[in-house]
């Protein structure tokens, strides 16, 4: 049995795995991030002061602030679906770390063309449920997955009021 095999088969028992909290801090850096809110996290694995676990249901909440999603894999169309409807309804930014399956239809429902991707070199060891490092990388590439907030547009007035009936700048 292959690796990703046994991984989908343990996934339907186990699919709570933490980002390891290096990962997650240098990556906020390097794409100039600020997640206020985990929006899928537990007690051992959350990487934001403010976090959503199972019992809150991250689904049934609207989304207002800025956030950080290490979705559960057995969910990946859901949790991809609410967060790019919360990303257009509240223009929040969202930081997404997720396997790259390119040729799925969440992918292409949710990701492509709406949102910056950012591939992550090798395999990743996420955390246990306990906040440890788990003994084996994941079996699928990783990557990042952002959706920018829109900046605010500031109605400014125009120096040359007239400019466009002398044509195009060339």
Not at 19 to 28: G, K, R
Not at 71 to 79: A, E, G, L, R, T
Not at 103 to 116: C, G, I, L, P, R
Request: positive net charge; glycine residues 2%; hydrophobic residues 30%.
């Amino acid at each position: 049995m292959s690796k990703s095999v046994k991984h989908l088969a343990n996934i339907k028992v186990n699919d709570e795995y933490g980002t390891p909290p290096f990962l997650f801090s240098e990556s906020v850096k390097k794409f100039n991030c600020i997640p206020k809110v985990d929006y899928f996290a537990s007690e051992a694995n959350h990487v934001c002061s403010e976090y959503y676990t199972k019992e809150d249901n991250a689904f049934e909440l609207n989304w207002t602030q800025n956030g950080f999603i290490n979705p559960p894999y057995s969910i990946i169309k859901k949790v991809m679906q609410k967060a790019y409807e919360e990303h257009l309804a509240n223009n929040i930014e969202l930081m997404i770390l997720t396997y790259n399956k390119t040729d799925t239809q969440w992918w292409h429902s949710y990701v492509e063309n709406k949102a910056e991707v950012h591939f992550i070199k090798g395999r990743i060891k996420f955390l246990d449920r306990k906040g440890n490092q788990t003994k084996y990388p994941a079996p699928y590439p990783s990557c990042w997955i952002i959706y920018r907030s829109k900046s605010v547009k500031v109605k400014t007035e125009c120096m040359f009021p007239n400019f466009q009936k002398y044509g195009k700048l060339r």
